[in-house]
C-alpha cells in the first residue's frame, strides 16, 4: 500500500532461514523411524511449508500429508481431524497427536486421539515412552 518494491525472493530466503528443527527433535525423529512408528504432519501452513522442507529436510522423518492449505481446513476446527483419521483409515485410539498448542491437542483428544502437548524433545520422548512407543 505504501508503494515500496516488495523482493519477493529476499523474503522467501529469510522465511526459509527462520526455520530450523527444534534442539533434540532430529534425533527423537530419528529414532522414531528406526523404530517403525509410522508418522504424519497435521500443519496449519500455506504453501510456504515448501520453504521450511527445503531448510529442515523434515521429510526426511514426516512426510508432509496433511497441510491445511491443500486440505481447506486448520486445526482446530474437528472436522480436520476426522479427515486425518478417514483418509489413513484408523481409529482415533490408535493415534497420538502431538502439538505445540495446547487448544490443538485438545480438540485432538475430543476426536479420541491421545494428545501430547508439545514441551520440548526430551519431555515428548518421555511421553512416547510412557505410552509404549519407545524404549526407556
Known amino acids: 500500500a505504501d508503494r515500496r518494491a516488495f523482493d519477493g525472493e529476499e523474503f522467501r530466503s529469510i522465511t526459509a532461514a527462520a526455520y530450523r528443527l527444534l534442539h533434540g527433535v532430529e534425533p527423537l525423529l530419528t529414532?522414531?523411524?528406526a523404530a517403525g512408528v509410522p508418522m504424519h504432519t497435521l500443519s496449519n501452513y500455506p504453501n510456504w511449508y515448501h520453504l521450511i522442507e527445503a531448510t529442515t529436510g523434515l521429510s526426511r522423518w514426516v512426510p508432509w500429508t496433511?497441510?491445511?492449505?491443500d486440505l481447506g481446513l486448520?486445526?482446530?476446527d474437528p472436522q480436520i481431524y476426522r479427515e486425518v483419521l478417514r483418509r489413513l483409515e484408523v481409529d482415533a485410539e490408535r493415534c497420538i497427536f502431538v502439538d505445540?498448542?495446547?487448544g490443538n491437542v485438545e480438540a485432538a483428544r475430543s476426536e479420541?486421539?491421545?494428545g501430547i502437548v508439545?514441551?520440548?524433545a526430551g519431555a515428548l520422548r518421555l511421553g512416547l515412552v510412557e505410552h509404549g512407543l519407545l524404549q526407556p
Do not use: A, I, W
Open 66 to 69: 496433511f497441510v491445511s492449505c
Open 74 to 76: 486448520r486445526k482446530p
Open 31 to 33: 529414532e522414531l523411524k
Open 100 to 102: 505445540d498448542t495446547p
Open 112 to 114: 479420541g486421539m491421545t
Open 118 to 120: 508439545f514441551e520440548g
